[in-house]
């Protein structure tokens, strides 16, 4: 039967974006999981019929998530790396000592500069490592497009119901008082939160159409975020907090 998969991003973004979502563990057949639980429409015969397609549509909003995460993530170990080259430069500037005279102060040269070259070496040596460590970090493993589609199709679309996992997807919160105008709701779980948000941004073209990840805040929105523009990922951050 034919079925409008497309409308199924903004539910799969707020499955990909929910603040204890594992983008490096997540998988399809995980999310094909919880949009059934979550859209009555879904069956599993709907989810059967359009596998392909909704697995290609959670492919591409895989990428985008991913892509706007790393993106924050690089963004905070330079700042990290910012401060720790700084603190660095406070750890290792010398002390001043007073004068001193004679064979003392010749000692206390050829001292400083064994040091000096003993200390070189090392601070070329753990700055390479550094460099190593922050490139390790940076290139830590999440699954690519390739391996959130390629999961084992298995049948859990017809074989026996398995017990769901704690993510607590469902719990509801208390809203704030602005989002809870905006969306006409006191409480909703975070993926309803993020879903229905994404609703009110791809119905009143909020999208940088130059930036898909840039989201230009009308009134209501600027009410919550306090900005005038906001990165998506950013978005998702603020209201998983």
């Given at each position: 039967?034919?079925?409008?998969?497309?409308?199924?991003?903004?539910?799969?973004?707020?499955?990909?974006?929910a603040p204890?979502?594992?983008?490096?563990?997540?998988?399809?057949?995980?999310?094909?999981?919880?949009?059934?639980?979550?859209?009555?429409?879904?069956?599993?015969?709907?989810?059967?019929?359009?596998?392909?397609?909704?697995?290609?549509?959670?492919?591409?909003?895989?990428?985008?998530?991913?892509?706007?995460?790393?993106?924050?993530?690089?963004?905070?170990?330079?700042?990290?790396?910012?401060?720790?080259?700084?603190?660095?430069?406070?750890?290792?500037?010398?002390?001043?000592?007073?004068?001193?005279?004679?064979?003392?102060?010749?000692?206390?040269?050829?001292?400083?500069?064994?040091?000096?070259?003993?200390?070189?070496?090392?601070?070329?040596?753990?700055?390479?490592?550094?460099?190593?460590?922050?490139?390790?970090?940076?290139?830590?493993?999440?699954?690519?497009?390739?391996?959130?589609?390629?999961?084992?199709?298995?049948?859990?679309?017809?074989?026996?119901?398995?017990?769901?996992?704690?993510?607590?997807?469902?719990?509801?919160?208390?809203?704030?008082?602005?989002?809870?105008?905006?969306?006409?709701?006191?409480k909703m779980?975070?993926?309803?939160?993020?879903?229905?948000?994404?609703?009110?941004?791809?119905?009143?073209?909020l999208q940088?159409?130059?930036?898909?990840?840039?989201?230009?805040?009308?009134?209501?929105?600027?009410?919550?975020?306090?900005?005038?523009?906001?990165?998506?990922?950013?978005?998702?951050?603020?209201?998983?907090?």
């Amino acid at each position: 039967m034919s079925y409008d998969v497309p409308s199924l991003e903004p539910e799969i973004r707020a499955i990909l974006s929910a603040p204890d979502v594992d983008l490096r563990t997540i998988s399809a057949k995980r999310v094909r999981k919880q949009l059934m639980e979550e859209n009555s429409a879904l069956t599993p015969d709907v989810v059967k019929e359009n596998k392909e397609e909704i697995d290609t549509l959670i492919s591409q909003v895989f990428e985008e998530v991913s892509r706007a995460q790393q993106d924050s993530e690089d963004e905070d170990d330079t700042q990290t790396n910012k401060r720790k080259n700084h603190e660095d430069a406070g750890e290792e500037a010398p002390v001043k000592k007073k004068k001193k005279s004679g064979q003392e102060e010749s000692d206390a040269k050829l001292a400083r500069k064994l040091s000096n070259e003993i200390n070189g070496r090392a601070t070329r040596g753990a700055g390479k490592s550094r460099s190593n460590g922050t490139a390790k970090k940076g290139g830590r493993a999440k699954k690519s497009v390739t391996t959130v589609d390629s999961d084992d199709d298995g049948d859990e679309e017809g074989g026996k119901k398995k017990r769901r996992g704690g993510g607590g997807f469902g719990k509801e919160y208390n809203l704030s008082e602005p989002l809870s105008t905006l969306l006409q709701v006191e409480k909703m779980s975070r993926p309803q939160v993020v879903k229905n948000l994404w609703e009110h941004i791809k119905g009143n073209g909020l999208q940088n159409p130059n930036n898909k990840r840039e989201i230009i805040c009308d009134a209501s929105m600027k009410a919550i975020f306090n900005v005038d523009k906001i990165d998506m990922f950013q978005m998702n951050k603020v209201l998983g907090q």
